[in-house]
């Protein structure tokens, strides 16, 4: 590392810091950006410059955006009725490169972990609960505008991962929603809350499967 010149020996010692980079990766990726055109090491210069400025998050679901709303919430052709809750930003894009879902999100950005001293207040829980809150607000007098039925959600998706945190992530946040169910008026009665099913991956030998994953899978099995 010595022998480099300090330009390229610091753009290295960057990389180094991203998370699985190591020194030898970090020199073989900062050798590649040297031998990029400058026009293209500009424009990623310009990006990274202005990364913090430029995201912010989602006033509705909490997903990185430019505006006040994601490109997701905006769209029309999404069920804004299905909220599926994941811990991660990460988590919602794995769901959006598989088009497997066409409801919209709600990202807690993070999960309960007393471990690592994160609480049910360090992440989007209330957020959560004043969208439900709002979304399902009872019609209004006739002479104001009654919200959309579009509008009111009716299932809750519980997506946290199938780990101990994510579960007593998903456990405390139906608890909070049967209460919010309890307090407030019809529409929120008719709330759906479901969780992710549990089971084997796609491809997966019964034979190396673990007992909990063999015990879920059992517990949710769908009629054939
Ligand atoms: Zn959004």
Redesign the pocket.
Known sequence: MSSLPNSLKNVSLFLERLPGIGEKTANRLAFFLLNLPEEDLKEFAENVATLKLKTKL?K??F?F?EEE??E??QDKKRDQSMVCVVETVLDLLSFEQGRIYNG??HVLHGKIDPLNRMGPEDIKIRELLNRIRTASAPPSPKWLRRPSKASAVKEIILATNPDMEGEATAMFIKNKLEEVKKLTGSRVNELKITRLAYGLPMGANLEYADYMTLKKAIEGRNKF
């Open positions: 989602c509705k679901c997903n955006t709303l994601c997701i919430c919209v999100y």
